[in-house]
């Protein structure tokens, strides 16, 4: 059948005549340099202007004018063109037909070429335009939307700040409830995306679009939901401790009498409750207390600051004059996208943030997290990697980078160094070991469980529309033990509140598969390079720490991602490195949770 279709495919393009079936393998490897370079050449040009098109779109979203969005639309549209051509997929093909014969960084790029070319075939025209449509129209209904609290205008920033410092458990209520207004805006579209998506990556031989996604790690749907449930079964019994601590110790606090079961989702420091760790202040070492009075601007440059003193360059000079990192005020007369990301505009060093950056711990690490992209594209952005190869080891690596120097950013012995906390106070380790634990080990079961079982349900088993919001909590219950506040029907749609479900779709995981990666390339920095324990690190200014890091960096996608690994940590993906480090969490834990009951199943399971 797919041979068929090939030669079909061949049949009305130019390669036909030309085709690499009866090449010498020397001619063939001719033939597929000469392809690629054209490719790569016309790839470049095409996908710049998309990037700088989105980047308008995205930076300056003005009530009513759609301009913007419809030159992203006009510039989505002609790389698809070209992409989704039957030249350009049938050349690919027909070249990896003889991969064997191939040089595999040419094998690389031609699958690069034909993966991101799927959503795209032009044989079914009509589709990928709608499709390129609904893309740019969700965001911008996305972020032009106005978040309204008791009748007046606030921000996302606004809707998080709430969460973290309101103590009145009914206006708590009312932030978590404003933040999950924007659902319902968004679930037709959403609808009409998945069908669109679903349908593009048929037309190329992909079951559903989460197969398609997952894919691009060199698995299967089936192969990803094993790995996560076996990396996120082994964290569950520490999981479980955290939810039975934070049940008694929120309903302590809140004055709550009935310990509830599953933890009400307006009574955490976050709008998914995917991060507690604003429950616990770790006194001698407030992150959040030592940024108040720096300004936004300070936050970035210590964080680029920080990777300098590894020997990473300076960034360029174009990041700063082209990226948007600070809020747009509420009079500005326009919005922008609010949730932080990092933008490689031309694969080369036109490199820019997106990012509404506040003086708080939580926009610190997300500042670093950020740079880690931009170091990750500066870092692969050179003769070495063809450009159609300058992407991450796989996303989850590209996830990782930033984090890790995020939480290495936050370890007491480089916060001492940067002069941001006092060298002599005592610090109560397992306070500080709690927090950070209700920080990555809490993402989990949302980042592997929820979102991920979601958007499987959703592109792979066409989830009906009414059931989104039922199965969204069914989840949340299932794997976080988290209900909300008072049942909510299908007239709500709290899944599409979160960006990734819209924009970045079928991809949560890699967060998911981040947070072990860097656990696992922390604890070799600690103890292989720096010699300290991976709880108490200071990675600023080691150059063995930094070429180590640009050692993974550097190769971009021209090496398979688990290769990568198991040279770099020799060993395979692996959730020991993070239990040891909160191995001393686990013993406390057990001691506070004595006698309570635990709502959450010892092991876990498919849902
Ligand atoms: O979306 C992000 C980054 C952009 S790549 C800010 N993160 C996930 C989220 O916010 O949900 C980082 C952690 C998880
Ligand atoms: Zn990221």
């Known amino acids: 059948m797919r041979t068929l279709a090939l030669l079909l495919l061949l049949g009305c393009s130019?390669?036909?005549?030309?085709?690499?079936?009866?090449?010498?393998?020397?001619?063939?490897?001719?033939?597929?340099?000469?392809?690629?370079?054209?490719s790569t050449a016309r790839y470049l040009e095409l996908r710049t202007d998309v990037a700088e098109a989105a980047w308008a779109a995205n930076t300056r979203i003005v009530e009513g004018d759609s301009s913007l969005a419809e030159a992203e639309e006009r510039a989505a549209q002609a790389l698809?063109?070209?992409?989704?051509?039957?030249?350009?997929?049938?050349?690919?093909?027909?070249?990896?037909?003889?991969?064997?014969?191939?040089?595999?960084?040419?094998?690389?790029?031609?699958?690069?070429?034909?993966?991101?070319?799927?959503?795209?075939?032009?044989?079914?025209?009509?589709?990928?335009?709608?499709?390129?449509?609904?893309?740019t129209a969700q965001t911008q209904r996305m972020y032009g939307y106005t978040f309204l609290l008791d009748g007046e205008e606030i921000t996302p920033n606004d809707i998080d700040r709430g969460l973290t410092t309101e103590t009145d458990l009914e206006r708590r209520r009312r932030i978590?409830?404003?933040?999950?207004?924007?659902?319902?805006?968004?679930?037709?579209?959403?609808?009409?995306?998945?069908?669109?998506?679903?349908?593009?990556?048929?037309?190329?031989?992909?079951?559903?679009?989460?197969?398609?996604?997952?894919?691009?790690?060199?698995?299967?749907?089936?192969?990803?939901?094993?790995?996560?449930?076996?990396?996120?079964?082994?964290?569950?019994?520490?999981?479980?401790?955290?939810?039975?601590?934070?049940?008694?110790?929120?309903?302590?606090?809140y004055g709550v009498d009935e310990v509830p079961d599953l933890l009400p989702a307006h009574w955490l420091p976050n709008r998914w409750g995917q991060s507690w760790a604003a429950l616990v202040e770790v006194e001698g070492l407030d992150v959040d207390a030592a940024l108040a009075d720096k300004d936004p601007e300070w936050i970035v440059k210590e964080a680029e600051a920080f990777y300098v003193s590894l020997g990473f360059p300076e960034l360029p000079l174009s990041f700063y004059e082209k990226s948007s990192l600070y809020p747009v005020p509420n009079d500005a007369g326009y919005k922008k996208n609010t949730?932080?990301?990092?933008?490689?505009?031309?694969?080369?060093?036109?490199?820019?943030?997106?990012?509404?950056?506040?003086?708080?711990?939580?926009?610190?690490?997300?500042?670093n997290h950020e740079l880690g992209h931009i170091y990750y594209y500066l870092a692969y952005s050179q003769p070495n990697v063809p450009p159609l190869l300058r992407r991450g080891a796989n996303r989850a690596f590209h996830e990782a980078v930033g984090t890790q120097m995020g939480m290495a950013a936050t370890q007491r012995p480089q916060l001492v160094h940067r002069?941001?906390?006092?060298?002599?106070?005592?610090?109560?380790?397992?306070?500080?070991?709690?927090?950070?634990?209700?920080?990555?080990?809490?993402?989990?079961?949302?980042?592997?469980?929820?979102?991920?079982?979601?958007?499987?349900?959703?592109y792979r088993d066409e989830l009906p529309a009414d059931r989104f919001n039922a199965r969204w909590w069914e989840l949340a219950a299932h794997y976080q033990g988290i209900a909300p506040p008072a049942p909510r029907g299908e007239d709500f749609a709290d899944a599409l509140t979160k960006t990734h479900i819209n924009n970045d779709p079928a991809q949560y995981y890699d967060y998911a598969l981040s947070t072990f990666i860097l656990f696992q390339l922390h604890e070799h920095i600690s103890r292989q390079i720096l010699h300290q324990s991976?709880?108490?690190?200071?990675?600023?200014?080691?150059?063995?720490?930094?070429?180590?890091?640009?050692?993974?960096?550097?190769?971009?996608?021209?090496?398979?991602?688990?290769?990568?690994?198991?040279q770099a940590t020799a060993s395979e993906l692996s959730a020991e490195p993070m239990l040891r480090y909160y191995e001393p969490l686990m013993a406390w834990l057990r001691e506070q949770n004595e006698g309570r009951t635990y709502t959450l199943p010892e092991t876990l399971e498919s849902p």
């Open 534 to 566: 991976p709880r108490s690190t200071q990675y600023w200014g080691s150059a063995e720490v930094g070429d180590f890091l640009r050692s993974i960096l550097e190769s971009g996608g021209t090496r398979d991602w688990r290769d990568v690994l198991e």
């Open 419 to 458: 002069g941001l906390i006092e060298a002599e106070v005592e610090v109560d380790e397992t306070a500080l070991l709690l927090k950070e634990a209700l920080e990555s080990v809490v993402f989990l079961p949302f980042s592997a469980g929820v979102m991920t079982r979601f958007e499987r349900e959703l």
């Open 339 to 367: 949730h932080a990301s990092a933008w490689h505009i031309d694969l080369d060093q036109d490199v820019r943030s997106l990012m509404s950056v506040e003086p708080n711990g939580t926009w610190f690490a997300t500042t």
């Open 14 to 38: 130019p390669a036909a005549q030309d085709g690499p079936v009866q090449r010498s393998p020397d001619e063939l490897q001719e033939q597929a340099e000469r392809f690629l370079e054209a």
């Open 176 to 253: 978590w409830e404003a933040s999950k207004a924007v659902g319902p805006t968004l679930k037709d579209g959403l609808l009409s995306l998945r069908e669109l998506r679903n349908h593009t990556v048929r037309g190329a031989g992909y079951e559903d679009f989460y197969a398609y996604e997952v894919s691009d790690y060199g698995m299967t749907p089936d192969g990803m939901d094993a790995l996560l449930l076996r990396l996120l079964g082994e964290l569950w019994p520490l999981y479980r401790e955290l939810h039975t601590w934070a049940r008694y110790e929120l309903a302590g606090r």
């Open 80 to 135: 698809a063109e070209w992409l989704g051509s039957a030249d350009v997929l049938g050349t690919a093909r027909a070249l990896l037909e003889r991969s064997e014969d191939l040089k595999p960084l040419q094998v690389r790029q031609l699958e690069a070429l034909l993966y991101q070319a799927a959503p795209s075939d032009q044989r079914m025209a009509d589709i990928v335009q709608q499709r390129i449509k609904a893309e």
